[in-house]
Nanobody, 124 residues
Framework: QVQLVESGGGSVQTGGSLRLSCATR????????MGWFRQVSGKEREGVAL???????IYGDSVKGRFTVSKDNAKNTLYLQMNSLKPEDTAMYYC??????????????????WGQGTQVTVSS
C-alpha cells in the first residue's frame, strides 16, 4: 500500500521560508515522477513543481525563482523549499506521485497517489 505523508507546513509572514517534506512508504521515488500541488478552497488544484527520475524539474509560473523541488532517493523523500513567500501562496499543499517515470503529464488527474496535505499560511 502506497502512503505519502507531508509535513513542514505552518504560518509565516510575507518574505519568510518553509520547507515541506513528503515521506513515502511502498513507493520508490527514484523510478517515478513526483510533484507538489496546492489548492485553495473553492479553486482547482494547481501544479507547483514536478521532478522526474533524472532530477529534471518543472515549476508553475507563479513560483519560479522562489520554490525549489528536490528529492532524496535513499530516504524516499520529496522536498519543497519555499522562499520569499507571499500571501497568495497560502493553500493546502499536497505531495503526489505517478505510476510512471515521465513528468510530461502535469495535470493533477495524471497523478495516482496523494498525501493528506499540509497547510501553508502566509500573512502580510
Amino acid at each position: 500500500q502506497v502512503q505519502l505523508v507531508e509535513s513542514g507546513g505552518g504560518s509565516v509572514q510575507t518574505g519568510g521560508s518553509l520547507r515541506l517534506s513528503c515521506a513515502t512508504r511502498g513507493y520508490i521515488i527514484s523510478i517515478h515522477c513526483m510533484g507538489w500541488f496546492r489548492q485553495v478552497s473553492g479553486k482547482e488544484r494547481e501544479g507547483v513543481a514536478l521532478i522526474d527520475i533524472g532530477g529534471r524539474t518543472i515549476y508553475g509560473d507563479s513560483v519560479k525563482g522562489r520554490f525549489t523541488v528536490s528529492k532524496d532517493n535513499a530516504k524516499n523523500t520529496l522536498y519543497l523549499q519555499m522562499n520569499s513567500l507571499k500571501p497568495e501562496d497560502t493553500a493546502m499543499y499536497y505531495c503526489a506521485g505517478r505510476d510512471d517515470s515521465s513528468c510530461t503529464a502535469t495535470r493533477s488527474s495524471d497523478f495516482d497517489y496523494w498525501g493528506q496535505g499540509t497547510q501553508v499560511t502566509v500573512s502580510s
